[in-house]
């Protein structure tokens, strides 16, 4: 299958500071990146959707403010979680998709722990 | 809105013991399903999928069979392996609730198989 690179695999941040996440497809053009955050034995809960060029699409609750998502080529997305507090502490993953059906296989990311102290 | 519902874990068995886990969901229209898994350390993949009524989606001896009836997709495999230790995520996608056809996962379930 396709592979998804995220970068980096953890990062442990002073609360106040900003951190970016890297989201990379290598081997295909991700029209659509998805970024989820999951809490320790919750469920993946979608922060945001983006496409290529145009602006994130956030979910109810999340501030958009707080969590700016950039999607600038068709392999790249980036998610900079600013002033960060430790309740921002979570394991956040994206997924990229080629083409807008509905039934296209996502590839995930390995994910990004955060922790903030 | 569209939701998953999988049964908590931990599942615990030994191998080549028989392995089910349950999958509910609730969505309007005709969502696709899948099983996702996640093995320690690396990124969610995907295991099988099954996109309309009575489809079975297979693979890697795993199987699932979307019932509408009973709007489930439960996961089974017959001999399960020390290498299947994992955490298996159910998820939806698409139908009247879906955005952009994102996913909509459960709360995963881990699967410690012992030798």
């Known amino acids: 299958g396709a592979v998804v690179s995220q970068h980096p695999s953890w990062v442990i941040c002073k609360s106040g500071t900003s951190v970016k996440i890297e989201c990379r497809s290598l081997?295909?053009?991700?029209?659509?990146m998805f970024w989820y955050r999951q809490f320790p034995k919750q469920s993946l809960m979608l922060m945001a959707t983006?496409?290529?060029?145009?602006?994130?699409?956030?979910e109810q609750g999340v501030e958009k403010d707080k969590f700016l998502i950039n999607h600038a080529s068709l392999t790249l997305s980036t998610l900079t979680v600013t002033s960060a507090h430790p309740e921002d502490s979570s394991f956040y993953i994206c997924?990229?998709?080629?083409?807008?059906?509905?039934?296209?296989?996502?590839?995930f990311g390995q994910g990004t722990r955060l922790t903030v102290v | 809105g569209n939701s998953v519902t999988q049964m908590e874990g931990p599942v615990t068995l030994s191998e080549e013991a028989f392995l089910t886990i349950n999958c509910t969901y609730t969505a309007t229209g005709y969502p696709s399903l899948f099983w996702y898994v996640q093995y320690p350390g690396e990124g969610l993949q995907l295991l099988l999928k099954?996109?309309?009524?009575?489809d079975k989606g297979s693979n890697k001896g795993f199987e699932a069979t979307y019932r509408k009836e009973t709007t489930s997709f439960h996961l089974e495999k017959g001999s399960v392996q020390v290498s299947d230790s994992a955490v298996y995520f159910c998820a939806l996608s698409g139908g009247y609730g879906g955005s952009q056809g994102n996913l909509i996962f459960g709360k995963g379930t881990k699967l410690s198989v012992k030798p």
């Open positions: 983006s496409n290529e060029g145009s602006k994130a699409t956030y």
């Open positions: 099954a996109t309309k009524a009575d």
């Open positions: 081997d295909f053009q991700a029209t659509t």
């Open positions: 997924s990229a998709r080629f083409g807008g059906n509905m039934n296209t296989e996502a590839f």
